[in-house]
């Protein structure tokens, strides 16, 4: 008997325990209301390789609430927007999706308030991504461009006149 009450008990303590649906990871990045996802550098998890730079990861987790397609765009920071000097391809990853871009100056963004002369805000179209369901996901950006905090805060840095900045994920309006 005292099984069975036990048994009971237990069953109806796990029922009545649910996990909060709404809970996501700590630093996990919230979709804004107009549906952008802007994903800075200061924010992100770096991983760097200072012997194979091309392989420094930056890495986010973000909250979709209106899932569709999404416009990809790198943000940089640059003294010279018609050569932002990235060395190799940059990769961002999201789901099985993978784009791979040679960043090129699509757009200068002035009067930026992430910039102060002598530099520019200059943004690179990456491609587009869909993404079906609402739900929290892992993004990564995979560039020489990606440095520790340390060394994106360091005023005598090896950035040259390049920084990457931010990706932004955009909202696609029909």
């Known amino acids: 008997?005292?099984?069975?009450?036990?048994?009971?008990?237990?069953?109806?303590?796990?029922?009545?325990?649910?996990?909060?649906?709404?809970?996501?990871?700590?630093n996990a990045v919230i979709q804004d209301a107009d549906g952008t996802?802007?994903?800075?550098?200061?924010?992100?998890?770096c991983y760097s390789d200072i012997v194979?730079?091309?392989?420094?990861t930056a890495e986010w987790n973000i909250v979709v609430s209106k899932p569709g397609h999404f416009r990809v765009w790198l943000s940089s920071a640059t003294k010279d927007t018609t050569d932002l000097s990235?060395?190799?391809?940059?990769?961002?990853?999201?789901?099985?999706?993978?784009?791979?871009?040679?960043p090129e100056c699509d757009k200068?963004?002035?009067?930026?308030?992430?910039?102060?002369?002598?530099y520019f805000r200059a943004d690179s179209y990456v491609g587009s991504l869909y993404i079906s369901e609402p739900g929290e996901y892992s993004i990564q950006v995979i560039s020489e461009k990606v440095?520790?905090?340390?060394?994106?805060?360091?005023?005598?840095?090896?950035?040259?006149?390049?920084?990457?900045?931010?990706?932004?994920?955009?909202?696609?309006t029909r």
Do not use: H, Q, R
């Open 37 to 45: 996802l802007a994903l800075s550098m200061e924010n992100a998890t």
């Open 108 to 118: 200068v963004v002035l009067n930026s308030d992430k910039v102060s002369f002598p």
């Open 86 to 102: 990235y060395a190799n391809s940059v990769k961002i990853s999201l789901l099985d999706k993978l784009l791979e871009v040679n």
């Open 1 to 26: 008997m005292f099984t069975i009450i036990s048994l009971v008990l237990l069953l109806v303590w796990a029922c009545g325990k649910k996990s909060d649906p709404n809970s996501v990871s700590e």
């Open 52 to 56: 194979n730079p091309s392989s420094n």
């Open 147 to 172: 440095l520790s905090k340390k060394a994106m805060n360091s005023s005598t840095s090896c950035l040259g006149d390049t920084k990457l900045m931010s990706v932004i994920l955009a909202p696609m």
